[in-house]
C-alpha cells in the first residue's frame, strides 16, 4: 500500500500558497497579486502580500483557557429577547445559519457565547454581516478576543496583518486549469495546521469577492464519526497518536517560489481528542498534514488511516456543505470538523477570502492533561522530535 497522502501535496493547487500568476510587487518590496488582478479586486487592502524577508520563531506551547466556557448554555447574551434574530440547523448535529444578528456589535458576553456554539454546533453561517467594509484590522482584533491568532507560515497577508491567512483565486482560467492537471477532482478534507503544537481552534472565514456560484465548503463532523465506530475500534484508537508535518507543504511553497515565514513543524496528537469545552471526544485526522500513527508500522498505519480517512469522506450523513454569499461570516471549530474547498468554478473569475483563527489548546486524549507541558514529553524524546 502506497504511503498515506504525501504524494499528493505537491500536485494541489492551494490558492492561500505564491502562485507563479502572482507577479505584482508591492512598495515595500513584497510580492502580490498581477495588476489585472489588482485592478479587478473589490477590496484591494485585503490583497495578499508574501514578504521574503518576514521571518516568525517556532511556535512554543501556550496555555488555553477557553472562552466558550464562560458562554452560556442557551447563549442569552448572544441571542438577547431584544433581538430580531433566526438560527436554523443545517443538520441536526452540525451547523446552524443565523440570520439578524450583527457580530461587530456583539459584547465580551455575547462572544463567549458565541465560542460556546461554535463548540457545540461545529460550523456556525452568520449572514449580512458588515465585517468586509470594517477592513482587516476590525476582523483581527474581534478574532484577538478568542485567543492568540495564528500566522500561517507560507500563506500571503496584507502587509500589515500577518494573522490574516488569504486565499486569492485570479481572474484566469490556467488558474482553473491547473487545479485538475494531475488530479480528476479538488477534494482534500483537512484540519487546517494540524501540524502546530496547540492547535488552530476557533476559525473566521470570509469571502469578499466571489463568483456566483461555486467554490462552497463542505464540512464534516469529526464528534459523530467518532461516535459512528464501534466501541470495539474506538478501545483499538485509544492511546494511538498521529504523527503531523508541513514539511511537505514547505517544499511545495518553496518550490513555487513562495516564502517561508515560520520553519516546517512536526509534532504528534493523539488520534482521539477531547473537546474541553463539550468534553466529546472526536478524531483527530486529516490526510493533509497527517503522516503516520506512531506507535504502528507504517503498513499498519497506512491501512488503519486510509479506513478513518474513507469513513470521514464516505459519510454524508456527516457531512454538510456551505455556499458563500457576500457578507457571511463562517466559523467553525477546526477540531470538532475537518473541511475541505470545492473547485468548480467554470469562468475565470475572482475568488477572494480570508481566514484568521484563534488558538486553542494543545490536543489531548483526556482533559486531565489539558495545559500540561510536559504531555507526551516520552513519546517526543522515544521518536527524536
Ligand atoms: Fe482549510
Known amino acids: 500500500m502506497a504511503p498515506v497522502a504525501v504524494s499528493s501535496i505537491e500536485d494541489k493547487y492551494d490558492a492561500s500558497q505564491f502562485q507563479s500568476a502572482h507577479q505584482g510587487k508591492t512598495k515595500k518590496g513584497s510580492f502580490t497579486v498581477s495588476e489585472e488582478n489588482k485592478k479587478q479586486a473589490l477590496y484591494p487592502e485585503y490583497l495578499p502580500t508574501w514578504n521574503p524577508n518576514q521571518k516568525f520563531p517556532p511556535y512554543k506551547f501556550q496555555e488555553y483557557h477557553d472562552k466558550g466556557l464562560q458562554g452560556d448554555k442557551n447563549y442569552k447574551n448572544l441571542f438577547s429577547q431584544d433581538k430580531d434574530y ?11 445559519v443565523v440570520e439578524g444578528i450583527q457580530l461587530s456589535q456583539l459584547d465580551d458576553a455575547a462572544k463567549n457565547d458565541l465560542a460556546r456554539l461554535i463548540s457545540d454546533r461545529g460550523v456556525v453561517v452568520f ?23 495564528h500566522t500561517h507560515p507560507t500563506s ?29 477532482n479538488s477534494i482534500l478534507w483537512h484540519s487546517d495546521c494540524s501540524y502546530s503544537l496547540n492547535a488552530l481552534q476557533l476559525t473566521l472565514f470570509s469571502c469578499l469577492q466571489l463568483p456566483e456560484s461555486g467554490g462552497d465548503t463542505l464540512f464534516a463532523n469529526t464528534v459523530e464519526a467518532y461516535e459512528r465506530l464501534s466501541p470495539a475500534m474506538q478501545q483499538r484508537l485509544e492511546g494511538l497518536h498521529i504523527l503531523h508535518s508541513s514539511v511537505e507543504q514547505a517544499e511545495a511553497n518553496k518550490k513555487a517560489g513562495g516564502i517561508t515565514r515560520r520553519e516546517p513543524e512536526t509534532n504528534i496528537h493523539p488520534i482521539v481528542r477531547v473537546n474541553p469545552t463539550t468534553g466529546k471526544k472526536h478524531l483527530y485526522v486529516n490526510k493533509e498534514f497527517g503522516r503516520r500513527i506512531v506507535e504502528l508500522k ?60 484563534a488558538m486553542g489548546e494543545r490536543p489531548v486524549a483526556d482533559v486531565k492533561y489539558l495545559n500540561d507541558p510536559d504531555y507526551l514529553s516520552e513519546k517526543y524524546k522515544e521518536l527524536n522530535i
Open 156 to 184: 500571503g497577508a496584507p502587509e500589515n496583518f500577518p494573522q490574516m491567512h488569504i486565499t486569492f483565486r485570479g481572474a484566469s482560467q490556467q488558474e482553473i486549469d491547473s487545479v485538475f492537471k494531475t488530479r480528476t
Open 127 to 149: 449572514k449580512k454581516q458588515d465585517f468586509n467594509s470594517l477592513g482587516p484590522e476590525f476582523a483581527i482584533n474581534f478574532m484577538k478576543y478568542f485567543g492568540t491568532l
Open 86 to 96: 433566526q438560527v436554523k440547523r443545517m443538520t441536526p448535529k452540525l451547523g446552524s
Open 298 to 357: 507504517q503498513d499498519e498505519s497506512d491501512y488503519l488511516l486510509n479506513f478513518l480517512y474513507d469513513h470521514i469522506e464516505r459519510a454524508q450523513d456527516l457531512q454538510i456543505r456551505v455556499s458563500w454569499e457576500p457578507d457571511t461570516i463562517v466559523f467553525w471549530n477546526n477540531g470538532t470538523t475537518v473541511h475541505t474547498p470545492c473547485v468548480d468554478f467554470d469562468e475565470p473569475v475572482i475568488r477572494h477570502a480570508y481566514r484568521i483563527s
